[in-house]
């Protein structure tokens, strides 16, 4: 029996780094074990914050990939503000830190580039998918936002198609998601951005998050929503099993990934440096390391406190290389935005997290779904950014397990979370 096919319409494709394009990628590598022929439809000379050659490894050798040319204005914008590179992962300058350079780009991508900057992409990529379904007799297909301009090409192609099956993966909500605020819109291009948005929740068969609570309120708004989150590859890294040479020499706090301003957990660096200050034991064997990019404006901060000398900043690595500086650590750190309406945003990484048995600390709003994950597998705990005396005893807590070697605390119920098995969701779902 001959296969199904399924057409992945995604920006994000290796050589892109960083999180947003693995999950297809590793749908698109297990698809084929249940019956699925997946095919990837991808911008050709497309605008990548992050590059990442190491991914390139899970692409299958016999995967058909599609390509045509994407228009977007970033380049230009960057010779204008060469701090407009951020806004293409989802990063803004917060409060003191805007210049009005800063102010009018911000303003500029929220009310000129509707959904996003990718939107020229839309009527030639609906032109060329319309005949490209028919030749190929495709009748599933899938868009992966952000950029949510994807999802306007699924929504084009349906009503041009109506029996056409259309998933619609919202990695990121879309008017909820934390940033929505920052971007300076006008009535009139808010209330564009949440009908194209409501257009995409009643038209698409699925609606797909990656979060509980995004999935209930996508629900809520009219989608047919189903959670799959992001999860752990196994060929990336062997959950629960530790080499004993990956034991840190030094109790190392890290933060794997893309640390921008409003994500900042200050009240952990005032916890650190405290302890710093207050703690010699700990300020002997203390170490906080950074593997990725940190907003320069959050690291000039902590320079500035008794954490200076206690920093390793790697910058940004391969994903290889991530996955192994999280298995060197003693403890590893994720954030989230501090704001009630991102309860339902769950870090990928946090899963990658999850396979090393290390024990994390996480901070965000309180009853969030990534509270939730680390309850139900023992694997750490979470804070909310007002939080202060809890998170020095926690650390020390930790750092005392650390010094008598008792740190490794196995992690439970983490295979539901692998890709595989995710990837099975998806096509009972399907």
């Given at each position: 029996m001959e296969d199904k096919k399924i057409l992945i319409i995604t920006y994000y494709w290796p050589p892109a780094g960083g999180p947003g394009v693995q999950r297809w990628l590793k749908f698109a590598k297990y698809l084929p074990e249940f019956g699925w022929k997946p095919i990837i439809y991808t911008p050709e000379n497309p605008s990548y914050p992050l590059l990442d050659e190491s991914l390139m490894k899970d692409v299958p050798e016999d995967l058909e990939i599609v390509r045509t040319k994407i228009w977007e204005p970033y380049q230009l914008a960057e010779k204008l503000n060469k701090s407009n590179k951020k806004f293409k992962a989802g990063q803004f300058d917060v409060g003191n830190n805007q210049s009005w350079k800063s102010k009018l780009s911000i303003w500029v991508?929220?009310?000129?580039?509707?959904?996003?900057?990718?939107?020229?992409?839309?009527?030639?990529?609906?032109?060329?998918?319309?005949?490209?379904?028919?030749?190929?007799?495709?009748?599933?297909?899938?868009?992966?936002?952000?950029?949510?301009?994807?999802?306007?090409?699924?929504?084009?192609l349906k009503k041009k198609f109506p029996d056409l099956k259309w998933i619609a993966d919202f990695r990121d909500p879309w008017t909820e998601i934390s940033y929505y605020k920052h971007l300076k819109l006008t009535n009139r291009s808010d209330k564009k951005h949440r009908q194209l948005e409501s257009d995409v929740f009643k038209n698409a068969d699925i609606t797909l998050a990656t979060s509980y609570t995004d999935a209930e309120?996508?629900?809520?708004?009219?989608?047919?929503?189903?959670?799959?989150?992001?999860?752990?590859?196994?060929?990336?890294?062997?959950?629960?099993?530790?080499?004993?040479?990956n034991s840190p020499t030094q109790f190392t706090l890290s933060y794997i990934g893309v640390l921008e301003q409003l994500r900042n957990p200050e009240n952990l660096w005032k916890a650190l440096d405290n302890l710093v200050k207050t703690n010699s034991d700990f300020a002997e064997n203390f170490n906080l390391k950074f593997v990725g990019r940190i907003d320069d404006k959050i690291l000039e901060t902590i320079e500035?406190?008794?954490l200076k000398n206690h920093i390793q900043n790697l910058g940004y690595v391969s994903h290889d290389k991530a996955v192994d500086e999280m298995a060197k650590s003693s403890l590893l750190l994720i954030t989230n935005f501090p704001n009630d309406s991102s309860k339902g945003i769950i870090p990928g990484k946090i899963f990658e997290y999850l396979a090393t048995g290390k024990q994390i600390i996480s901070f965000g709003p309180n009853e969030a779904d990534v509270a939730k994950i680390l309850d139900e597998t023992k694997a750490g705990k979470h804070f909310g950014y007002n939080d202060s005396k809890q998170i020095e005893d926690f650390i020390l807590e930790k750092f005392e397990l650390w010094k008598s070697g008792n740190l490794l605390e196995n992690t439970q119920n983490i295979e539901q979370f692998s890709r595989k098995n995710l990837t099975k969701q998806l096509v009972q779902i399907l």
């Open positions: 991508r929220g009310n000129f580039f509707i959904p996003d900057a990718r939107v020229f992409w839309v009527n030639p990529s609906t032109q060329f998918l319309e005949q490209y379904l028919k030749i190929n007799n495709i009748e599933t297909i899938v868009t992966s936002g952000p950029p949510h301009s994807m999802h306007l090409i699924g929504l084009n309120n996508f629900r809520k708004n009219g989608a047919n929503a189903f959670c799959i989150t992001n999860g752990f590859d196994e060929t990336d890294s062997n959950p629960q099993t530790l080499q004993p040479s500035k406190s008794s």
